[in-house]
Nanobody, 124 residues
């Protein structure tokens, strides 16, 4: 059974940092792009960041560019999201996802596997 499990969420003050991790099990995703998405209360799920299968290329939403960094370790089957200079508007449930494609992409429908999410709350 394929599973993606996120960890590392929590409560942090504005300007602080958090590091989210996503551990995959049940199959290897070394040939698949991985992404992070988030969903705030009352809003649609939105793209945050993606990394290609080799880890050599990353793509970010404009709202997080320069503050967030996505990385992956194919040997460990994990993908991380380092979040710095957090803002209250970053508050959301963050989801890890695995794409059926190897290149980075921001479209939700291109991702086949999803984690359950981890809550990130940024206080002002």
């Amino acid at each position: 059974q394929v599973q993606l499990v996120e960890s590392g969420g929590g409560l942090v003050q504005a300007g602080g940092s958090l590091r989210l991790s996503c551990a995959a099990s049940g199959r290897t995703f070394s040939s698949n792009a991985m992404g992070w998405f988030r969903q705030a209360p009352g809003k649609e799920r939105e793209f945050v960041a993606a990394i290609n299968s080799s880890g050599g290329s990353a793509y970010y939403a404009d709202s997080v560019k320069g503050r967030f960094t996505i990385s992956r370790d194919n040997a460990k089957n994990t993908v991380d999201l380092q979040m710095n200079n957090l803002k209250p508007e970053d508050t959301a449930v963050y989801y890890c996802a695995a794409s059926r494609y190897s290149n980075t992409n921001s479209r939700l429908y291109k991702y086949d596997y999803w984690g359950q999410g981890t809550q990130v709350t940024v206080s002002s």
